[in-house]
């Protein structure tokens, strides 16, 4: 690709790009910038990477804003930026198109505000009035009881439940790699490595 430098397209040299990247991040990062660049490839794929300019940027910022949150906006355009950039340092392009293309600034109500935040005993009775007949019910109840994420939860092992210690070691979560495949491995931070009380209504529900 770095030889035919005219010619070669943007969803190409994603192709490669994605390549050099194997072993180097994890696998659901992996998946994560493959789900973004779907996002990329219909306005800018086909074209050549001679040919993206700035107001190409632009205007897919402008077309994602239409359709994601600004958080989702701005991961895209980042995306695209480091794609670009490695373009750049490769010779492929003189400099990266998307320098100056500055993130959007967050309109919608602070995840504080409308998410992160501990729910009413009124909807925790109601969510489990209808979660009553659910599958999950019992990994509802053990999620809200322990406050671990899905994921943690998910990738819990026997080993993990020290009965003895009264707590549960969180180590490792369950992430998706592709559309029908999961993996377990190690949390993004050090700091979801930790060890959560456990409590009698938390052994009750593992029981």
Known sequence: LVADKKNVT???????WKERRKGIV????EYTQERRFKKIEPELGYMKLVKIERRHVFKLQ???KSELTTSGTNLIITLLHSILQSAADDGIIPRNPSDGVKALKRTEDKAAENIHRPLSEYEVKT???YASDS???DFFR???QTGMRSGEAAALQWNDIDFKS???HITKTLTRVSNNEFTIGEPKTTGSIRDIPLTDSVKDILK
């Open 166 to 168: 009264g707590v549960i």
């Open 62 to 64: 402008q077309t994602l």
């Open 142 to 144: 053990f999620l809200i």
């Open 135 to 137: 599958w999950y019910y």
């Open 26 to 29: 994890k696998p659901a990062t």
């Open 10 to 16: 943007l969803s190409a040299y994603y192709q490669e």
């Open 127 to 129: 969510f489990f009035k």
